[in-house]
């Protein structure tokens, strides 16, 4: 059974930095896109970065860019996102995503969810 465990939200101040992880027991996990998307409440699920095992390319929606880091340990079955700079705005329920598909900016491209870790930053 494929799992994906988030780990790591919080609450944080303005300006302040958070690391999730995601633990995927997806095999084998390095052919799988990662993705990390969230959720703020009333509003639609969005992208917000993906990384795949070919060539370890990064993407990230212009809203993070510059200030959240994606990254994975094929190793370890983890994938990271690193955020820096949060604003209240980036308030929301963080997912981690598997895409045996490729990249991909649609949630209906990503067949694997986690269970979802909230992410709040004050103003």
């Known amino acids: 059974q494929v799992q994906l465990v988030e780990s790591g939200g919080g609450l944080v101040p303005t300006g302040g930095s958070l690391t999730l992880s995601c633990a995927a027991s997806?095999?084998?996990?390095?052919?799988?896109?990662m993705g990390w998307f969230r959720q703020a409440p009333g509003k639609e699920r969005e992208f917000v970065a993906a990384?795949?095992?070919?060539?370890?390319?990064?993407y990230y929606a212009d809203s993070v860019k510059g200030r959240f880091t994606i990254s994975r340990d094929n190793a370890k079955n983890t994938v990271y996102l690193q955020m820096n700079s949060l604003k209240p705005e980036d308030t929301a329920v963080y997912y981690c995503?598997?895409?045996?598909?490729?990249?991909?900016?649609?949630?209906?491209?990503?067949?694997?969810w986690g269970q979802g870790t909230q992410v709040t930053v004050s103003s």
């Open positions: 995503a598997a895409s045996g598909r490729g990249y991909s900016r649609d949630y209906a491209a990503y067949a694997y």
């Open positions: 990384m795949t095992w070919i060539g370890r390319t990064t």
């Open positions: 997806v095999r084998p996990f390095s052919s799988y896109t």
